[in-house]
């Protein structure tokens, strides 16, 4: 069986980013390989912890600390997108 691109196949698109309890990860698209955007250092997450949690080689340069959500981010996570939190731990 032959693997075909999916360029050839005529299929675009593929994954923007990746959010993890760690940090974002976006992906370059030229060189088809992911980064780290930002890393939640407002939780403790360091680069070295971030890169020693991924099973590969990860580009870490340019990596900047997130910005922690704002209050009304948080109002709307906990009130309209998981009230019940099952996705955010409980305070």
């Given amino acids: 069986m032959r693997l075909v691109p999916r360029q050839e196949l005529g299929i675009w698109g593929g994954p923007e980013a990746v959010v993890s309890t760690m940090g974002v990860m976006g992906f370059d698209g030229e060189a088809k390989e992911m980064y ?8 403790g997450v360091t680069l070295d912890e971030l ?3 991924t099973g590969f080689n990860i580009r870490t340069e340019g990596a900047k600390p997130a910005e922690p959500p704002t209050s009304t981010e948080l109002k ?3 009130e309209k997108i998981d009230p019940e939190r099952i996705f955010l731990q409980s305070e």
């Avoid at 780290?36 to 939780?43: D, E, K, P, R, T």
Wanted: without cysteine.
């Fill in 76 to 78: 709307l996570l906990r």
């Fill in 51 to 53: 890169r020693r949690n």
């Fill in 36 to 43: 780290v955007q930002s890393y939640f250092a407002g939780l």
